[in-house]
């Protein structure tokens, strides 16, 4: 189909209100659903409105009972989700940089970051460098401001660079290294390869975004897929595929929430043992009964997973 100019117009909150009502979506209070409409957005609860939809979805027509406070509640059960995530890829973050800083600082000395002999691909080295400089550039943090005074380094040591970084840029150093006893040290700290940790970092990279721009999370189909471990050395999946009941197709889980969700409880086993992130997942699930555990990538059995067992 060849492509044409988008002409829709903006409608007003009342008219996407009716517009709403005409393709059958149930609304139970007219002011409430024009305040959400207005504080949050007609685009960005569409996203909530779309599992309400018939086939094909492309008709924009409403399932039968389909409500306005049914997609509200997937809206505030996203949210609190990404709040959740968002909290524990902060301890997760933590602790790799930590454990980076402290190993690679110890091998290579405090300028590593520089050496560019210790990186594979020389275009993407100088990738890294240049968005640190960057980041090392715009900071204001007391402790750069202070090395800027006191000495001539293009860079500081790994121990600062790294604390002011992005974690795409440290995610990207790590892949970057030349494999050695070092990277494969890193890895193994979270249980994992370096193939396997490399990915994993790509995949918070990209859930991190997620959450810090408020997109939906939920029942999202990943476009970064995060690799299934081969030789995991810690408590993991046993069942990393799932089958459509409609069709009998099996599949891996490794695109949907579900597997982010496996992640971070594979990783806390090391950042934070003592961790309550299953107790508070549950309690978030029990609080949104009428979400689908499904349309996460939940497979049927997925409490029988040890490492979702408590």
Known sequence: MPRVPYTKPALSFQDQLQQLKERGLVIEDDQKAIFLLENISYYR??????????EPKSSHVFKPDASFNQSFQLYCFDKELRKLVSSELEKIEV??????IYILAHQYGAFWIDDSNLFSNPKKFNSTIDKLREEYRRSRE?????????YNNPLPPSWMILEISSFGSLSSLYENLKPGRSKRAIAKHFGLDNSTFSSWLHSIVYIRNICAHHSRLWNKTLSISPALPAKPYLQWLTVTTTT????GKVSTINNKTYYILSMIIYLLQTVNPANNFKKKLFILLSKYCTVD????????DWKDQSIWQS
């Open 244 to 247: 459509d009941t409609r069709n």
């Open 45 to 54: 609860l569409s996203g909530y409105w779309y599992p309400l939809l018939q």
């Open 293 to 300: 555990p499904a349309a996460m990538g939940f497979p049927v």
């Open 95 to 100: 602790a790799i940089r930590a454990k980076m």
């Open 142 to 150: 007391d402790f750069i401001l202070a090395f800027k005074v006191n």
